[in-house]
């Protein structure tokens, strides 16, 4: 019995597994063929799950979960896969007249661009909900209360503005028609020329929106300005002065010319020449102003200051190869049997100048070669090689001891002075032949 129990119980736990299963798989094949979309509305009245989504009237969805939050309600729904929904559509909750249910409709249809995708979002500035009928009544109320009197007989504030715009137009329909005629005249000419109108706003436009990028400019001209304006009235004296002198200057610039007349027209004349000159050179100067920084370039690098002349080396052009130059110039040269005059130039030429290929003269000294560094920039293995180089003194004798009854050596003086006449050493002879034969050798 009690396995039969179990076996039951195994069958039934079996059973809600199966079928759990297979809600949960068509759940999930459900989801896969549609697109769920969250959108955020300022109310949901009447709106309940399940109710429809439509686009243009089709219904082509369902509403999945209504959830309220403080500000908002967040309403979440799907669309079925085949409809395709723009990604910036918006979403309004319809109030049909005849039922009480309502639905929420997609605008615009879809008819090109990117798609909206599950799990999008639409915000509340996308969305719209129908005004309310207590919402309605109660801005009739509020219209109604300000349109009635405000005390009993009384003409309403609305009462007022008719009589007293009926007062002020009355007899004034002939005025009234000659304005709207001279309205209508003015409106056909602006008309006729509403081009040259929308050219002259751009153009105000496109100033206004300089003006505006240009703010820090306009600020440092105006401080410019006032500065200027503030010098000329701090300094009256010299502006006067300096319109006098220019005018001074300007009746003597007068007087030259009208005395220099002929000079001048020939002045300008050769001047003219020159121009043309220039002009019909154009081609020379830009290729010399091609030219002249390389050419100076090479100057500066072959010029060291060290020593205050050049520095290279010759080079001579197509003597690397003299063969090739020599016989390619011959055949250049030859019209008819150019060939052969060149195959014959190789064959006498080569045994000859075969050994006499070179870039650089084949000199052992460079005349134009010097020293390529200033003295700051040498380096000296030793310091004696320097030629600031000090050698050091010879090292003091060696007197030994003094023998008794000599007389000690004299001390150097505290201060370094000269010694005296009597205590100056005796400076031997710098003849050649007494530096070389011992004294006494002689006798």
Known sequence: MTKRKWMTGLAVAFVLILVAGGVLLFRTFERADRTYVTAYFANSTGLYPGDDIRILG??????????????????????????????????????????SARAIQLVPAYTEGPRMKSDAVIPQTRTAVPVEWDDLR????????????VEPGEVSTLG???????DNLRGEGTNIHNTLVK????????????????????????????????????RSLNRNLAGTTALLTDQPNEVRQALADMNAVAEEVTGFVAENREPVGITADKLASISGALDESLGDLEQTLHLAPSQLS????????AIGGFAGAFSL??????????????????????????????????????????????????PVVGAYARPNEITYSEDWMRPDYVPPGPPPPDTGPVPAGMPSPTPPLPDGGPALAAEAPEVGSTDLQDMMVPAGAGS
């Open 58 to 99: 089709v219904r082509v969805g369902g509403v999945e979960t209504i959830e309220a939050q403080p500000q908002q309600v967040k309403i979440t729904f799907w669309v079925d896969d085949q409809y395709k929904v723009p990604a910036d559509a918006k979403a309004v909750i319809l109030s049909p007249s005849l039922v």
């Open 138 to 149: 109660e801005q009739l109320t509020k219209l109604v209360e300000a349109l009635q009197p």
């Open 160 to 166: 007022a503005f008719v009589n007293t715009a009926a």
């Open 183 to 218: 309205l209508s005249q003015a409106f056909s000419a602006l008309g006729d020329h509403s081009g040259d109108m929308f050219g002259a706003i751009r153009n105000i436009s496109l100033v206004v929106s300089a003006l505006e990028d240009s703010t820090d400019v306009m």
């Open 298 to 305: 090479n100057f500066v690098n072959i010029y060291p200051p």
């Open 317 to 366: 052009n197509n003597f690397a190869n003299p063969i090739q130059f020599l016989c390619g110039a011959i055949e250049a040269a030859s019209r008819l049997g150019s060939e052969q005059a060149a195959k014959l130039c190789v064959q006498y030429l080569a045994p000859i100048v075969k050994n006499r290929q070179y870039n650089f003269p084949p000199l052992g000294v460079n």
